[in-house]
């Protein structure tokens, strides 16, 4: 359902954001709006080669207000994924969603700009400062985990895993620190 007072030039913006996906190479990037609603898209962020989340496949949510391009869109993953950038509930800190937005770009740009913060996530600006820390003095714990929380969340059921699906379980991935949150830089926080 669209949200109210929607003008018509939001509604011819996402109308050429759709068109212009139609001719645009995706490669194994999926992006378009979730059914017939043009105000809640869906995203499929394959994770980079020759990263930690290489293999794993990330699903986004995204959420378009009424002044969109005007406003930044709102965008949250809804795959667990170990990242600093990125907290436990999907929220996602990066500038061009905060205070770097501008209608010049498009969903598309800023589904590649996540997709980069997977290679090279931002240790000076997390969201999440514990992994920040890890990643920045031990890393080789830091990768181990993100590939870990990868494989136990982001990868595709394969044609092998169905047919062995009666084996064990994983287990559940590491629990969240017992110590209380550390607060977030505002341009951070989530809305």
């Given at each position: ?15 050429r954001e759709i068109a212009d996906l139609k001719k645009e190479d995706l490669g194994a990037i999926k992006l378009g709006p979730s059914g017939d609603d043009l105000f809640h898209w869906t995203a499929t962020i394959p994770g980079p080669e020759g990263s930690v989340y290489e293999g794993g496949v ?134």
């Amino acid at each position: 359902m669209p949200p109210a007072n929607v003008t018509s030039t939001t509604l011819k913006r996402i109308h050429r954001e759709i068109a212009d996906l139609k001719k645009e190479d995706l490669g194994a990037i999926k992006l378009g709006p979730s059914g017939d609603d043009l105000f809640h898209w869906t995203a499929t962020i394959p994770g980079p080669e020759g990263s930690v989340y290489e293999g794993g496949v990330f699903q986004v949510d995204i959420t378009l207000g009424s002044d969109y391009p005007f406003s930044a869109p709102r965008m949250s993953f809804k795959t667990r994924i170990y990242h600093m950038n990125i907290n436990e509930r999907g929220s996602i800190c990066i500038d061009i969603l905060k205070h770097n937005w501008s209608p010049a770009l498009s969903l598309f740009k800023v589904i590649l700009s996540l997709s980069s913060l997977l290679t090279d996530p931002n240790p000076k600006d997390p969201l999440v400062p514990s992994i920040a820390t890890e990643y920045v003095r031990n890393r080789v714990q830091h990768d181990r985990t993100a590939r870990r929380w990868t494989e136990l969340y982001a990868r595709p059921p394969s044609s092998s895993a169905a047919a062995s699906s009666s084996a064990p379980s994983k287990g559940k991935a590491p629990a969240a620190s017992s110590t209380a949150p550390t607060p977030q830089p505002p341009e951070c926080r989530p809305e």
